[in-house]
């Protein structure tokens, strides 16, 4: 079984641009989680998708916001990109719906760097 | 909110055991999961425990929950150079769909 892919792995931009990032969970997966990662920061939850609906949401600003497709896939964006911006992008799937266990399956993320 | 702290870093030799900590501040969490980061990947998960066990074993990993003293460990025995990677421990937070992760722990095994 294929895991959870992410496109595109590296990405370049500049200030003021705007990014797309796509998640495709693992088969059968029905939620997709977006996690940031930087040295400062370290591991920081953005929102969690699940049935093509927004469950969950962490403390980041509008400028960036996801969305679910009918087959799992997910998309993050963020507009108006800041140098802060630069960071490791992860995704994750898991399959329970269940509350109680979220095993998550994470993907090798994209590295996006912005100048 | 959810709070998880570990220590940064940890050196070991080849062939010894590897205690990872981690504490954490939400009594109400049910699972509790250890990752593993190796450089420009993804993270892999390693294990779990529910929060109604004190230990769980799985071949070399051995983790270890003290949930009075909010306290998650895991011990890697006989610790290989490719255990070399970092270490996150992520407790669930607010709805359980969402974890709190630990800063890390880089593990180096010495030769």
């Known amino acids: 079984k294929a895991g959870v892919t992410q496109t595109p792995r590296y990405l370049i931009k500049t200030r003021g641009q705007q990014v797309t990032l796509s998640c495709s969970p693992i088969?059968?997966?029905?939620?997709v989680s977006w996690y940031q990662q930087t040295p400062g920061q370290g591991l920081q939850f953005l929102f969690e998708y699940f049935s093509e609906t927004q469950r969950n949401k962490g403390n980041f600003p509008g400028r960036f916001s996801g969305r679910q497709f009918s087959n799992s896939r997910s998309e993050m964006n963020v507009s108006t990109l800041e140098l802060g911006d630069s960071a490791l992008y992860l995704c994750?799937?898991?399959?329970?719906?269940?509350?109680?266990?979220?095993?998550?399956?994470f993907g090798p993320g994209t590295r996006l760097t912005v100048l | 909110g959810e709070d998880v702290e570990q220590s940064l870093f940890l050196s070991v030799r080849e062939g010894d055991s590897s205690v990872i900590n981690c504490t954490y501040t939400?009594?109400?969490?049910?699972?509790l999961y250890w990752y593993k980061q190796e450089p420009g990947a993804g993270l892999q998960l390693l294990t779990y425990?529910?929060?109604?066990?004190d230990m769980k074993q799985d071949q070399r990993l051995t983790v270890l929950l003290n949930k009075k003293d909010k306290h998650l460990s895991l011990r890697i025995a006989d610790t290989q150079t490719g255990d070399s990677a970092i270490y996150f421990c992520a407790v669930p937070s607010g709805s359980a769909r969402q974890l709190t992760f630990g800063s890390g722990t880089q593990l180096t095994v010495l030769p």
């Open positions: 939400d009594s109400s969490s049910t699972y």
């Open positions: 088969s059968g997966h029905r939620s």
């Open positions: 425990i529910f929060s109604n066990m």
């Open positions: 994750a799937s898991s399959l329970s719906a269940a509350t109680s266990h979220n095993e998550q399956f």
